[in-house]
C-alpha cells in the first residue's frame, strides 16, 4: 500500500502537537510540508514550529552492549547499553528494555510471545521498583502513579508472560511500566495485544515484538516520570518458525502501529497503522537493525494493513 505521508512522522494522520516531536527539526518538516500550519506548531508566526524542543533527533549512542538474548535478536533499537543512564539496557530472561533516567521510564521493549510463555499463571500485580538499575538512579514507584490520571501501563503485558509466576512477576516492575491514559490502554492498544494472542493462539504464529514510547506531555511524580504522548509497536509474524535473522523473508509479514495516548483515541487498533520507517522517523531508532539491509528497508517500508 503507498502510503500518501510516507515522509513525514505518524502524527500527521490524527493531530500533532509540539509534545509529538523529538525534536524541532521534525516539527519544522511537518510545518514547511504544511504552510497553513493545520496543527498550529507555529504559534507566534515566525515560521519555526516548536522552538521549544530539541534542534535536532539526538544521535543514536554507540552500539557498545551485546546480547545473545532472543528477545533482541532482530536488533536494539536505541543502541542501549549499561554506560548511559537515559539509554540503560535491561537484559532479562523475559524481556529486553533501554530505560531512561530522565523520563522516569523506558523507551522501548523488546518480547518474544510463543507457547513457551503462555501458560496458567494468574497476574501477580506486585507493581514494585527495579533493583536492577545503578546505584543512585531513581527508583520509581506504584504510588509515583497516584492521582496522576494515568494507569501503570504495561510495555510487556502481563498476559504475554504467563507460563510462570516468575515470568509474569516480571512485568510489574516499574521500568517496564509507563504513564498510559485510560482510554489506550484499555482501548486500541488492548486490542492489538489481544489480536496478537489471536495470532499465537489461533493461527499458531510465533511473534518478535518491539513496543515503545516517544513524545513528552506535563511531568507526573514531582516531575521524575514524563508521560510519553505517543505509543508505538512492531510485530515481526513468523509461521512455525524461530524468530531469528535466518527466518525473515521477503515474505514475512509486519505489523506496525503508532497512536495518540490520549484520551480522544479510536476503539479500532487498524486506524493507527503505520510503516516501521514512519515510527523511525518520529523516534530516531534503527528498529530491525540486524536484518539484513535490502530486505530490512523493503520491510519497514511497507504499510501495514490488517
Known sequence: ????????PPCVDQNCNCGDFVSQELAQLVLNELPSDPHKLDGDGNGRACEQLPAATPELDWETYFSNNPHIALGNPSHAGQENIDNYLIDRDQYVLAYSQSLGGLRWASWILSRDW???TERQNNFRPDGILPKGAYQVT?????????????????ADRTASEQDNSATFLMTNIFPQTAENNR????ELESYCRDLLYQQGKTLYV????????????KERVIPPSRTWKVIVIFDNSDPTIDNVTHSTQVIAVDMPN?????EQWQTYQTSIDRI???TGYDLLSDIPKTLQAELEARRSSY
Not at 500500500?1 to 513525514?8: G, K, R, S, T
Not at 506504584?142 to 502481563?158: E, Q, W
Not at 518491539?210 to 511524580?221: F, H, L, M, T
Not at 490520549?262 to 479510536?266: C, F, H, N, P
Open 142 to 158: 506504584p504510588s509515583d502513579y497516584s492521582n496522576s490520571g494515568y494507569d501503570r501501563g504495561h510495555m510487556v503485558p502481563s
Open 280 to 282: 523511525e522517523l518520529a
Open 262 to 266: 490520549s484520551k480522544q483515541l479510536d
Open 187 to 190: 482501548g486500541p492498544w488492548k
Open 210 to 221: 518491539i513496543g515503545g514510547v516517544y513524545g513528552q506531555k506535563r511531568p507526573i511524580a
Open 118 to 120: 503462555v501458560g496458567s
Open 1 to 8: 500500500m503507498v502510503d500518501p505521508n510516507a515522509h513525514l
